[in-house]
């Protein structure tokens, strides 16, 4: 290959998986249906195969497609870095990010750090909410990216991150031994509530929920208190906290996946410029952990 790939197609490219379909792609990157689909044709001559599976006017990626996806994001976010670094036009605005309170205590502090020193005239809008509402906030406008749990039966996102999601409790407790698993976890919709709990069902281990709450923090205390065992991801593991394993009767559980989800309606400079910031905070998928999400 002796000819470089063109970046206005693959930020239609990218437009077009974002967004489901060529028809609302061509809305957000100002072009005819027509113009993105010489592009993408274009695209497939430049890779040299099929990048979409052709069933009807959906937009199903092959596997070579999912492998261009990758690269098509890195050359776009470079690029855009690229050109942020010799304008004097300062990203400005506001953006709303939303994402549960406890990927807000881990990843934010990070995520605001890089952002805020290469962009100090945005003012960003945290949201904190569940997985599930907060796509739904995304679906009716109300944010612009949104950080959340990737779910195998509803897959939402683009997967920018995943890690191990372990068997909890306090280095002080008994509570794992106890006849009854007595378990300290999410709402009832939450994949890493419905990942242990399927997990328990499937060895016939008796169990119930002793605390529930959609706060992290609250799960936590009563994880740390001795009551109760939890599930968390591996970053999540706190000091005086025990990792619980298979010597113990706890089993692995699938990993932990987490996606970033855009809201098409709000493609600006300043969204995008914050999206790079997060992908690039949180982005581990080159250290080669492998998983199946919580079904």
Sequence with gaps: MSVLFDVDQLKTFIAIVDTGSFTRAADVV???????SMQMKRLEERVGRPIF????????????????????????HISREAVSAFSNDALKGRVRLGLPDDYAERYLPEILARFSRSNPLVEV??????SYLLTEL??????????????????VGEVIRQEPLLWVTSQRSLA?????????LSHPACVWR?????KLEQLGRPHRVLYSSRNFAAVGAAVMAGLAVTVLPESAIRAGM??????EGFPP??????????NPSSVTDTVQGLADHIVASLDNMSAGLEGVAAE
């Design 30 to 36: 100002h072009k005819t249906q027509s113009a993105v």
């Design 53 to 76: 599976a052709r069933d009807g006017r959906g937009a199903k990626l092959t596997e070579d497609g999912d492998r261009l996806l990758d690269y098509a994001r890195r050359i776009v």
């Design 125 to 130: 809008t945290v949201v904190c909410e569940p």
């Design 138 to 155: 995304v679906g009716r406008d109300e944010i612009d990216l949104a950080i959340i749990t990737h779910a195998s039966r509803k897959p």
């Design 176 to 184: 794992h031994e106890e006849t009854v698993l007595p378990l300290a």
């Design 194 to 198: 419905e990942a242990a709990i399927a």
């Design 242 to 247: 025990r990792v619980l394993g298979p010597t």
């Design 253 to 262: 559980l699938p990993n932990c996946k987490i996606a970033l989800v855009r």
